[in-house]
C-alpha cells in the first residue's frame, strides 16, 4: 500500500495548522508573523462565536458594499476601522509619549496640503461667521523651553458644521485653514470659529452598522492641529470643545482628557470666545 504523504489536511480542529503551513519558507518575516498571528485570532473569534453561514454571507456583503462606497473623495474602509476603534489604537500604539507630551488623535478626512502660511493672529475664517474665537497658546519642549520655528497646521469645520472641500463652490477656497510659525518666545494666536459638532458620514454600510448596534454617528467639536519642528516628534491632534455633548462618545473614539481645551466667553473683545492651549514636544530620538 502506497503511504500517503504526511499533509496537514484541512479540519476544524487543526485549521490554523493547516493555513499556516501553507506559508512558504521565503515569506518575509514581519509578513509571516502578522499572517500568522491574523489567521490564529481570525479563526478563534469565527470558533468562539459559532459564526454561521448566513452571518458569513452577510459579512462578505458588507465588506463588498464599503468597497464600493470607496473613492477619490471617500474611504469607507477607514471610517470603519475608525468606528471599530482601530485607527485610534494604531495610531496610539505608534505614538507613545512621555507624561506631559501632548498626544496625538486621528488625523481626519478633511486636511489639505498647501494651506496658506498666515502672520500670528490673522484670521482664517473667509465667510464670516458670528461664534467668532481666537486660539492662542505656546509650544514648548518638555522642560518649558519655548521653540522658535515651529510649524503649526490648523484647520476646522465651519459654523454649519462642513469642511471646505466638502462644499468646493459653496465655501471660499481654504476656509478655516492656516498655517503659523512660533517666534523665539514659541507663543502662536489666530482668529477663527468656535468649532461645532457634525456627523461622520452615515449614508454607506458603516452608517447603517452604527444604527443597528444603536450608536449615533457624531463627533465633538474640535479644531484640528499638527505641530511639527524639526528634532521633534509631530504631533497629529485636535483641541476638543469643553462641554460638547459628545465628549464621552465620539464616534471615532478621538477624544482624550489631556485634548479638552477651555474655550470661554470674552467680554468686548475683537471675538467671542478665546481657547488658550499649550502643546509640548517630545525630542525625536536619534537612531
Known amino acids: 500500500m502506497t503511504k500517503v504523504p504526511d499533509i496537514q489536511f484541512f479540519?476544524?480542529?487543526?485549521?490554523v495548522e493547516a493555513?499556516?503551513?501553507r506559508i512558504g519558507a521565503g515569506t518575509e518575516p514581519r509578513l509571516a508573523h502578522v499572517m500568522q498571528r491574523l489567521v490564529e485570532h481570525l479563526?478563534?473569534?469565527?470558533?468562539?462565536?459559532?459564526?454561521?453561514?448566513e452571518e458569513w454571507e452577510a459579512a462578505i456583503g458588507f465588506l463588498t458594499r464599503t468597497g464600493q462606497m470607496c473613492d477619490g473623495n471617500r474611504q469607507e474602509f477607514i471610517l470603519l476601522s475608525d468606528v471599530l476603534g482601530v485607527s485610534m489604537l494604531v495610531d496610539a500604539i505608534n505614538n507613545r509619549r512621555p507624561v506631559g507630551a501632548t498626544e496625538n488623535t486621528v488625523l481626519g478626512p478633511f486636511h489639505v496640503d498647501g494651506a496658506p502660511e498666515y502672520p500670528m493672529g490673522a484670521n482664517i475664517t473667509k465667510d464670516g461667521g458670528t461664534e467668532t474665537c481666537l486660539f492662542e497658546g505656546r509650544v514648548t519642549d518638555l522642560d518649558g523651553n519655548p521653540l522658535e520655528g515651529v510649524r503649526i497646521d490648523v484647520w476646522s469645520d465651519n459654523e454649519d458644521g462642513f469642511y471646505d472641500v466638502q462644499?468646493?463652490?459653496?465655501?471660499?477656497?481654504?476656509?478655516n485653514r492656516g498655517v503659523f510659525v512660533t517666534g523665539p518666545d514659541g507663543h502662536y494666536r489666530f482668529r477663527g470659529i468656535k468649532p461645532v459638532s457634525y456627523p461622520i458620514p452615515a449614508d454607506?454600510?458603516?452608517?447603517?452598522?452604527?444604527?443597528?448596534?444603536?450608536?449615533?454617528?457624531?463627533?465633538?467639536?474640535?479644531?484640528?492641529f499638527i505641530v511639527s519642528c524639526d528634532g521633534f516628534e509631530t504631533v497629529v491632534t485636535h483641541t476638543f470643545v469643553a462641554g460638547d455633548d459628545y465628549l464621552t462618545s465620539d464616534a471615532v473614539f478621538g477624544v482624550k482628557d489631556t485634548l479638552i481645551a477651555p474655550f470661554e466667553l470674552v467680554e468686548?473683545?475683537?471675538?467671542?470666545?478665546?481657547?488658550t492651549f499649550d502643546f509640548v514636544l517630545n525630542r525625536r530620538v536619534k537612531g
Open 43 to 53: 479563526h478563534a473569534f469565527i470558533k468562539d462565536v459559532g459564526l454561521t453561514q
Open 204 to 224: 454607506g454600510p458603516v452608517g447603517q452598522l452604527l444604527e443597528r448596534l444603536r450608536r449615533h454617528p457624531w463627533r465633538p467639536a474640535h479644531m484640528h
Open 268 to 275: 468686548g473683545g475683537e471675538t467671542k470666545w478665546r481657547s
Open 167 to 175: 462644499q468646493p463652490g459653496q465655501q471660499p477656497e481654504h476656509n
Open 11 to 15: 479540519t476544524e480542529s487543526g485549521s
Open 19 to 21: 493555513v499556516n503551513g
